[in-house]
């Protein structure tokens, strides 16, 4: 069972920048794919934010975080990294941590589907005030 650890959210005010990190109990290799969502809303569905393939580094990224957000990994250490810049107010939200290993798709709409992920963390929090 693959499990999955967030950490580093916190307060910032708009224009500021964080870094959540993901710790992952398993090599990443052995995962397909890893990514980022967030809940914005109890009545909202999770948002896909970025997603990242560890096999080529390939990345697929929402466009309402295009330039400000990166999605990286350190396979030596297990962990998957959100680096999150020039943050809005918009941006609060729970942020999650997602895998899955099985097979790969392609493109942003695919690999930003919560239904093509099956491992997930807890969640971490992060609001931005204006």
Not at 41 to 59: C, K, Q, S
Not at 62 to 67: A, F, L, Q
Request: hydrophobic share 35%; aromatic share 12%.
């Amino acid at each position: 069972q693959v499990q999955l650890a967030e950490s580093g959210g916190g307060s910032v005010q708009a224009g500021g920048s964080l870094e959540l990190s993901c710790d992952a109990s398993v090599y990443l290799f052995a995962l397909t794919r890893l990514a980022w969502f967030r809940h914005q809303a109890p009545d909202n569905e999770r948002e896909g934010v970025a997603a990242l393939y560890p096999d080529g580094d390939i990345t697929y990224y929402d466009d309402s975080v295009k330039g400000r957000f990166t999605i990286s990994r350190d396979s030596a250490k297990n962990t998957i990294y959100l680096r999150m810049r020039n943050l809005r107010p918009e941006d609060t939200a729970m942020y999650y941590c997602a895998a899955d290993s099985r097979g790969r798709g392609y493109g942003a709409l695919w690999n930003l589907n919560s239904g093509h992920y099956t491992y997930w963390g807890s969640g971490a929090q992060v609001i931005v005030s204006s």
